[in-house]
Every structure is written in structure tokens, then in C-alpha cells.
């Protein structure tokens, strides 16, 4: 007599559930409406595994759209959140004013409906305080702190690119986003006593990355206390004005001091030469590098060339 055996039968994961899950959420995003469509974890890893481009596809949409915020809440509800970017779901409820610190996942997504709709900068402000959930410290009196979380930030989004590559086909989007994430507080430790030179060392260290840094920044004040939010927009103006003001002078004044060449000569007992305008070029190719400051007093590139005598066998 034959052997009744019971046979489990699991169903495949649902791909196409998935991907029109994250339709709806990017119709939501959209301002359109839609209904809420959920689909399993497996599903939804499933997804990504088959065709990540299109998953970022729909992705894209989300944090592009009019109303990312409820976009972000229907990828929270649909269950996409925890699978795709747990990072970013480790936010959610964290903080939540039990701790004395704002709900980091409210403040995200508002961060990200008030960044510029630049792709670079959305993203952005969708990672940048993913940090803070493993670096959440307090001090005797109280006191919260996230030290280092930028840093860690930039460590995390570097593990989630190497577990999804959403990000692997756009090598530029994607450095740019780990960028603004590593950097994203700078800008907004922005100090008036800062000297010409650290403000021209600033502008020179973010590159071209300068305007989407500011573009976060000011996305970052989500305070609703009107004279602090006025405080920090005031700061940041007042920062990307004098790097307008100290570009535009060293437009029309030469990176190196009028002087410099004598200086070397006296310092290094060298007759008028050529040999003194190669130093000099070699200087200005140094300061465009950012491996020595412009506009700097004479003893500087004087100690610059004394670190580097063995070059002119000097």
C-alpha cells in the first residue's frame, strides 16, 4: 500500500507584485493616487535581484516627486522600505522625542521635500543621517550626540551600494551622494572667524560638489523655530557670498605675492634665473592642486619649496 507523503508546495517569489507596489508608491510621490499594494520581503528582494535598474526606476520617481514624504511612507507600508534600504528603515520611530532629539526618519523625509529636485541632492538627503543610528551617545547630563555619524554614513551607503548596485551604472550619481553624505554638516559649521583662507581651503575641498552641498545644508534646518531657522539659512548665505567674494579677487590678484621670488632667492642663495620662474610655476600648480593655500604671505611658499628643495636640488 503506497505511502501517503505530504508534499509542501512554496509559491515563487512575485516579481511582478513587487514592481507595482513601487509603482503606487511612485504615483503617491507623484501626487497622484493609487492604492496600497503589498507584497512580501522575498518579493521585493526578488525585484531587485532581477532588474535593479528598474527598481531604481521606480525609486527614482519616489524621491523626485512633488510629495516624496508620502511616497517614502507608502515604500513604509508596503513593506519595500525594510528590504531595499534597511538603513534608511532603521530610522523610522528613532528618536521619536523619547530621547530628546527629533524623529530622525520625520526629519529625513522632510529634508529630502525640501532639497532642490536635483537627483545628486535627493538622495542625498535620504542617506545622510543614516549614520546616526549607530552613533547615538549621551552624556552625563543628558546631552544626545551622533559623533562621527557622517563618517559612518558614508561607510554604510559604501555597504549598501556593494549589497544592491542600484547606484552601479551611474559611477558619478553615486560618488556625488557619498559625498554630500560624508560632508553634509560642513557647511553648516560655518564660522565668521574663519579666515580668508580656510574659507578659500573650504571652497577648493568640496570642488564641484560646492553647490549641492549648499542645496542640502539649507534642506538640513527643518527647526520650527523661525529665528533659528533664520539663524542657520543667514549662515549659509553669508558663507556661499564670501566664497563669491574671494573667487571674484583672486580673479584679478595672483595667487602668489608680489615679492615671492625674491624671497626664495634670499632663503636659498640663488641668483636670478630661470630656475626661480619654474619654482614660482610649480607653486601655482601646487595652489591649483590645493596642495598649498593662494594668496598667502611669502614664508609660505617659502616653507613649501624648503619641503620640496630636492626637487630643484635646491
Known sequence: MPTEETVLVTSAPNVDLAMDALEAAAFI?????AELIKATTEDFAAAVAKDAAKVRVALDRVIMGEDP????????DCSALQ???PEVHMMVGFGDGEWRHKDVWKHTKQVVRQATPRIEVRW?????????VKTRSFTTDGKVHFFGHAEVGARM????????????????????????VLHHLRANQYDPNWTD?????FARELGDHLEDL????RADITTKRPEKKRKGIQQLDDLEARIAKLAAEDAQVPPLPPGVGDAIMKEFNIPPSRLIGDIKRALEQAIEKGEVPSHEESSVYVEYVRTHRDVWKL
Open 83 to 85: 528590504v531595499i534600504f
Open 214 to 217: 549648499f542645496c542640502l545644508s
Open 69 to 76: 514624504e508620502n511616497g517614502l511612507d507608502r515604500l513604509l
Open 29 to 33: 510621490a507623484e501626487g497622484k493616487p
Open 124 to 132: 542625498s538627503a535620504l542617506f545622510h543621517d543614516i549614520g546616526k
Open 157 to 180: 551607503f559604501d555597504k549598501m551600494d556593494k549589497r544592491l548596485r542600484l547606484f552601479a551604472p551611474d559611477e558619478s550619481l553615486k560618488s556625488t551622494v557619498r559625498f554630500l
Open 197 to 201: 583662507s580656510a574659507v578659500r581651503r
